[in-house]
Structures are given as structure tokens and as C-alpha cells.
């Protein structure tokens, strides 16, 4: 897989399609390029390297260098990472998750790339990657956010995808009647009980709201919340997810879609590998948008971006950007976000999207449906800290529905001290 | 003709002795012991005092330091109109749940250990699998105890289940995890205290046991007053490791329930850990501050460790 991509991308340089903007440039790059990057599962981790080989080859006279580091140790090594002797191009995420770094001036501005004529095909994604009224990275890849179930087992019990809330409930009573469980989960490591809060109460109350509640403008215990944690609640009693959820990992709860224990899974779009790995094919696999729960809503969605960024004490600013040119471009985007290569969406409007049915009805989800906006998930729209505390009071609330008082107050204490 | 001089002036040829020869007695102990020193001072004295330094001051790691006082200490303790933070009082009774059931390891490897020491075919084989659980990482250790709880596939539940019992979902359940958690760190624990009084009973004087046996001692009575005294040396080490031990139990916590279900198995250090050097921790002063009240808890048995070993060395003179 590893050398078609290193074909495919150099044909690509062959074609020249992003020499002629390097040529615009007037003048080559030289000097050396260093990367750190996250993206070391895999299909990430060959795709990074394909990438870095062939910027590396269209310019000659610049040495890339990079460096791959464990996914969830980049999470805290990049403060280390930033500090002292930085390298030129890092990996990181959207929205509030720069906060830190853009606060402390560790990532570069990148306004003045954003305003060049190119960066209008990325402009869906120009909200997560402003602070403060600049740019300080750019994309290189999304996905969708969406209910992914075992089409056989709800054909088997005659049921369709819900559209609404009661339909979905009512699916959900069928499946428990039959000893199946509505949904898996795994909420370990807290962030995938975040996705549900995000969905609950987008849809309960609104995009604008879930905004305002994740910038600190509401309180925690508005009735508002309450009403989201009220129809979350009415799934956790119906028995809807499976037991013992909060000693799994999102990993270790797939087998229960697998073996048919449960029948769906509210998941980002990076789940279909392992589904597909763990033996579903696509016959048996499909995906749903999350239902409607208040009628007066729009649809929101979460669609996650990760990014790279220039910190800002890159010695080799000129190639920095030209990489993050080069990375965002349209033929770029098509080849990496391939199914051979990350298998998600292109960042690019301009790049054509792999033929994949969960890609394709994503897209059509984010591009037709998501008329609320786009979150980028709880973990990068909330502040660092209320994220932290808010991702464990769900995972509680989870458990032991009845504490929510507990945990409001919780959250509403913290909400306090951080934003007042 | 020439006048020699009638005292050859001897003070030229010899050599005026240097500073250094002149105090050797005095400087040498302390050339010795600077390096030593500095590295004690770089590593351990100056942190300690940053630690104080940051903890009164609000800091995310990478921009400016603002100066808070001692706002922290108030939210963490609960001085003034706070309320005691909740995280903190959990953790400060997990650590203490910690310190008092790991002790458990130094009994469990004494048993072991006199269960181990006699002569039997193959007892080397015994005893080195008795060690074996030190010898393995905590981290696998943490592993292998979680998959021992796992609700539906671990080995526990299946064993409960030959029984009769119903499944428990120990890592789950918030009143259980920190137990559970425990009893994982008791088995690498016990194995050392073994190897302690193992080497502690290679030195017991058999002419003592001797003696004891002719005067009618047995059973549990010759273990007490004739073995137990002269293990203390051993007890006392294993004393000192098992606090350190219970005191050091980061990695199992992270490995086994990364703090949950919902922070019920925190403990001070993994509650510093998660304020400042997590993935959302941006607080490095209420982190530093979580360290010095740790420092002080610690400070505590090291000041009763040296005191009984002065105690000790001053009755041995």
C-alpha cells in the first residue's frame, strides 16, 4: 500500500502540479525542513512519509526531515516540542485545542497564506483554524461523526433508520426486547461520552447554544442542560448501552457490534477500519445520521479537523509554508484522503472524494445536511480544563444517572472559575 | 677570593608548601563530597523549591507567570469560604487506602518467605518464580490485572462464576477500583518483601535457634521471639520500600483506570499528573501545589525513617 501511494503521489510531482506554484515563487527552497508528526498509526504514518518524500523531491535543495511520534504522546510532548529549538512544521487539532499554544505565541501566524487566492477552496474550514481573528494552521484532513449500525441485525428485525427521536427509541425498545443492545460504547479514556453530549444537546438545543455552553456563556445548570441530560437519561434507562461501558476503550467496545451484542455505535468515521477489520463487510455495515430530536433545531454536526501548524520559531519559514501549500493542495488532499491512504475527507474543495460509501454519505451529510454548523468535538470546542472535568461528569452521569445534580454543580464550580 | 656564606640558605630549594597541602585535612571530605552535593542540589533542592516558587502562582507551562498567592492551597484545602476540592479529598483517602493495605505486602512475604526457605529439590526454581512478579514491569503488571478483572472475559468473574457468584465489574465500580488497584501492586510488592527476609534468614543465628529449641520454643512462639528480632533489619527495609512502593503507585493507576471510573481511584501524584503534564493540564502552579502538600505528606515518614535509624545507630554505640 505504502509504495502504490509513493507511486501515485510522485506521479503527481511529475505532473507538476505543485511545482508550477513553487516556480511562482521565483525562487527555490533550501536549508532543511523538520517535521514532527503525530500520524503514527499505519495508514497515517505511510501516508506522512509519502508526503515528506515527495516535498522532498520536488525540491532539491531542501532537506525534510521528519520525525513520527506516538499519537498520544504528542499530545503532551508538543509543549517540549514548541519550546526549545522548534522544528518547522508540527501536527496538532482545531479550534480551542491551539488555544494554549496561540495564547503563549508558539504557533506563527498564518493570515497572509489564508489570504492567497488557493486558500478559498479550504474556506468550509477557515472557522476551526481562527483564534482571534487570525489563522494558525491549516487543515489536512476531516471526518464525519455519525451512527454506524449493523444493517443486518436491523433488517433482521425489520426496523429502518430513525429520522426522529421516537423512531429511535422505538427501534431501540425492539432491539432490547430481543436481547440486543442499542448502542456500544467504551468510555475509559472519557472522550467518546463527549460525542454523545455533543449530539444530545446540539440537537435538543441548538448549535448556538452548544456554543455558548462550550465558551462559558451558560451555566451548567441551565434547564436547558437539564432537558439534554433528560433525553440522554431516557436512553441510559432504557438500557440502551451496554454494561460496564466505563472499563472499555473505545477498541475493546467494538466486538460488541461485531458479535452482534450490540447494534450500533455513535463513532467517528476512522471506526469503519477496525469494524472492517474485525470482519463486517459493507453489506452489513452502514451509517445514519444522528436523528432529530427537536424539530426547531438544524443539524449539527461533529467533524473533527486535524492540522499542521508552523510554531512560531521556525528557522524555515519559507519552506514551512510552501509545505502546508503542498499539502493542502487539491491533487494532495484527493491522494492522501484516499481509502488506500487515510480514507477520510479532503479538507480541499477542489479534491475529489475516494469512492467509499461511508465517505461519500458523509460528505453529502456535512456539505447538504449540517445547516447548525460544524462542531469540532468536545474535547477541542471546550476550554482544556472544562473539558477534562465536563468529559468525567458524563462518563458519571453515565453510570449513575442520578448524580446529576452533583455533577452540574460540579461542572457549573468549574465553568466559574475558569471564565469569571 | 670569595666569602661563602656561612648558612647555606636552604628556604630557596625547598619548596613554600601550597594552600591546598596546608588544609588538606580540612578540604578533602568536601572535595569528595561536592559532587554529590551539586547534583544533589540541582536535582533535588532546587527543584523542590521551584515547585514552591510556581505553586503560588498561576502558569500554563509556556506563557507568563501570574503571582496568586496562596489561592491555590485555598481551593485545594479549602482555607477561607472554599470548599475543600473533591478531587483532592478523594485522592489524599486513596493514598492513604494505599499506605495502610500495602503493608500487607511485608506479612505476605514473610509467610512466603518461610514457607521458601528450606532445602527441597528445586527450590532455586521455586523461588525465583516466587520473585518473578518484581521482576516484570508495572505497567505489564497493571495490564494483566485488568484483563484478570475484565467484566465479561477476565479470569475472576469466571472463577466467581464456578462458585455461583455474580459478575463484578471491580475497575468499574467506584467503591471498588482503588482495592482492586491495590491488590494488582501487592503481588510485585510481596515478591520483594520476600527476597528481603529471605536474605534476612540466610543471617539468622542457628546457635540462637539452636538454643531456643533446647529450652522448649516452637510453633509461632520461637517465630516471634526468637526469629522476628533478629529479622528487624530486614522488616525495617521492607518497611521503608513498601511506603516508597505505596507512595509511588503512578503507574498502575494510569495503566489499570487512567484515574476513573469518574476519578475515584485518584491519588495525589496522579492528581498532580493530570492538573499539570496531562493532555488538558494547562496548570502547572495548582499542580505544584498538589506536589507541596505531597512533599509534606512525605516528609512526614522520611523524618520518622531517620529518626529510627538514628535512634538505632545512637543504641547500637
Known sequence: MHSILKTSLAALVAAGVTASSVAADGHSLSGELNIISDMSNPAPRAVMEGMAADFDALHPELEVNLTIVDREAWKTQIRNALGANPPDVVNWYAANRMRPYVDAGLFADISDLWAEPAFDAL???????????????????????????????????????????????????????????????GTKFLWTAGGWFDYINSRTNGYDFHVSLASGEVEWTDPRVRETFANW???????????DHQTYSWQEALPFMVNGEAASYLMGNFAVAAMRDGGLTDEQLDFYQFPVINPDVDFAEDAPTDTFHIPSGAQNMD?????????????????????????QLPVNANASIDDDKFLAEGFDMLSNNAGGGIMQFFDRDFDAEMASVGMEGLQEFMVFPDNLDDILMRLEETRQRIYN | MSVSPAVPSTRANQPQRGWYKRNEIAITPWLFLLPAMIFFAVYVIMPIGQSFWISFHEWDGLGEKTWVGTAHYERLLGWGDANIDRKFETSFWNNLRWLVLYLLAIPAGLFIALFLNQTVTGIRFYKSMFFFPFVISQVVVGLVFSWFYLPREGLLNAVLGIFGAGPVNILGDPSLATYGIIAAGLWPQTAYCMILYLTGLNAVDPEQVEAARLDGAKGHKMLWYVILPQLKPATFIAF???????????????????????????????????????????????GA??????????????????YSMYRDEKAAQ
Do not use: H
Request: glycine share 10%; hydrophobic share 45%; charged share 15%.
Open chain 1, 123 to 185: 474556506a468550509s474550514t477557515k472557522g476551526a483554524m481562527t483564534l482571534d481573528g487570525a489563522q494558525w494552521g491549516v487543515p489536512y484532513t476531516y471526518y464525519q461523526w455519525g451512527v454506524y449500525y449493523r444493517k443486518d441485525i436491523f433488517d433482521q428485525y425489520g426496523l429502518s433508520e430513525p429520522t426522529n427521536w421516537e423512531e429511535e427509541m422505538a427501534n431501540c425498545q425492539v432491539l432490547l426486547d430481543n436481547g440486543v443492545k442499542c448502542y456500544t460504547i
Open chain 1, 233 to 243: 437519561r431516557q436512553l441510559i434507562d432504557m438500557g440502551a448501552f451496554i454494561d
Open chain 1, 319 to 343: 519552506a514551512a509554508k510552501e509545505f502546508l501549500r503542498f499539502v493542502t493542495s487539491a491533487d494532495v488532499q484527493t491522494e492522501i484522503n484516499s481509502g488506500s491512504g487515510l480514507g
Open chain 2, 240 to 286: 521503608v520500600v513498601t511506603i516508597i512502593g505505596a507512595l509511588r503507585s503512578f503507574d498502575l493507576i494510569s495503566v489499570m483506570t487512567n484515574g476513573g471510573p469518574f476519578g475515584s481511584t485518584r491519588v495525589l501524584s496522579f492528581y498532580m499528573f493530570e492538573e499539570s503534564l496531562s493532555e488538558f493540564g494547562f496548570r502547572m502552579g495548582f
Open chain 2, 289 to 306: 501545589a498538589i506536589a507541596v502538600v505531597l512533599f509534606f505528606i512525605m516528609l512526614g515518614f522520611i523524618a520518622y525513617f531517620l
